[in-house]
């Protein structure tokens, strides 16, 4: 990282480029490097246009530094401020050695905490990190981490990259041409990356938060004389019924919600209605049962992890007991929105 | 003592119980998975355990008498039963390892911190005479009467040689019949016995072990259900087949004991909670579960967050149970239809 004067110039540059980056610096803050507001009682405006987003696919690496493959797209001088930016403040900064030391700890977990993993769904480590090609292999992580969908392309979004997480916070603002942050922060400047629950969030980015959903993990069941394949992991359209059909003689549930701190209802209701059209579910009861198996398979990790040393494996029984409690939130059922449901479906 | 030295004790001390009026077949004491128990001779063979009601050892009828259990009034018992009792607790009971390992467990259990005993006390886990009590003798007496005695006749008695044998939730419980208290059957190993229907965290604090237990209960807690506050008071009843007590006072619903988890019964702990709450007004009983599954939960880990960066065997014991307790109040899906 720069100094002071370093970080001015590079915003300069950045806003000759038609981006802009007002009232802001990078300093070490609770979740590590992060953008804070020079003045906390001003607004803090960040804006990357669609111009400066970088796909995904455009970057690689060379000598060690994270460089555009084809700069035709970009505004002259363009490539040279986005290595220089990589080097000095994202993945030579921290980025690399952060993304690199999660993965190494990952696979370092005892084999028994490995297979738990795999057969829920979480973590596969022959697919994730072989170690064929261990940097390259860190740098799909990293792009993993910071990377953005806008316009059908998963794009970086350089300055706003350097953002950190927070469920509490508001998403980007991808309204205009561009992506946004903007508003006053009394602290650091924090953004809901994306919807979650604590255990994805963990394994995905490294780093632990208290996310208000709970989603469920990857398994089978039996619920009467039916076989449901339970798809785990995050929804971003939580708030929806989730994707339920039909596949031979098997239920397959695609990322049902668990659990919400905000919306304890809805749990329970979104399954009830996702159900509606399957003979023989009771959405009620399936509902309770895919809880059990989540809770079962979570203490059965976090007692594989019970003697296990070292900061993945407590990041990771954090996210087990940060999941646990998250997926401890529901309760009830919205009875008017099902009642909707059913007199549409008796007047249809 | 050698091996030979050791059947040669325990074969006497078992002719003396049968001559006492009890039995006990095809059983011997040893080292097992558990601790100390008691396993079968010959696991092709029956095993018979009987301890007649003369037998029987009336909680308030015995003392310490230098560090050995005695009973004091030896007038109902046949003549030479009091010595052998000595002996028995002595060599295969108390003196044998139960003393040592609830003294250690109860010194663990006031050694945690404070902010453990304040949770403990909270949840209605450990009463607060428990942790300020000090590890002497006497108090570790009155520990392992409680994690030995049964209700008989109105009484709280100990079983010589019954209270030998380990617990299994999946295991039958006692037989009480006439004739007193008995375990019969055939063991592959260890001759285990269900003690009494419990959870894995009220097991491990009142016993001092972990163990799968399958039925999960509330601990203490308040819940706020729409405009009302719901009391509920932790801990087990006994009576599995019958809803909890509910009672109301003002605007102030307390419910005694829920069930709400049950491996093996799993619809059984809503539609138990459920039918309690029949009646009574301005409550979603469905919903009022849900909320009393959440909080005990949310307590559960709130525990174990607290326990995480402690060191210390009981602390890895108690999280332990604290795993445990999440999975076994996790057992409860769908309820039972109640025929009208």
Redo the contacts between chains.
Sequence with gaps: MGSAAEWHAFLDEFRAFGGRAENVMQRKGAFGMGLFPIDPAKPVDLFVPDNLLVAVDNVHLVDGSLVIKDESDCPEGYGDWFRRYQSAYSWGAEGRDNTKAFEEGLKALPTTVQALMKRVGLYNAERRFPGADPEKEVLQRFIQTRCINRKQRRVIMPMIDLVNHSPAAKAYDMSGEGIAIGGIHDGEVLVKYSLSDPLWRMISYGFNAPEPLGFSLSFRLKHGDRMVVVQGGGSRQAMKPCGIELKEDRVVIQQPLLASSIN??MPRTLLIKACRNIEGI?A???F??I??RN??AL?QL??EL?TVEGDTAQHL?TGC?DQ??A???????RDDLLADDSSQSDAA | MDHHNKTMHWNTLIDEFRGFGGTAENVVQREGEFGLGLFPIDNSQPVELRAPDHLLVSTDNIELQDNEIVIKDESQYPAGFSDWYRQFQANYSWGAEAKRSIETFEKGLISLPANIHQLLEKRGLVLEGRINNSAEAPNILKRFIATRRIKRNNKNVLMPIIELVNHSPQQRSWSMDEKGISITGTYSDEILVRYSACDPLHRFLQYGFNCNEINGFSLNLKVNHHDKVVYIKGGINHDLKKPPRVSLNDNKIIIDRPMIGSSKRPRIPRTLFKQALEGVNGIDADELFDQVCQNNRLAIISLIKQLDNAEGYILSQLQTACLQQLVAIGYHFGEKTIPD
């Design positions: 304890p209802k009771a009620s009861e399936l309770e049962q809880h059990q809770t079962q203490v976090l007692k019970q029984r007991l646990l409690a997926l401890s939130h529901h309760y009830g059922q």
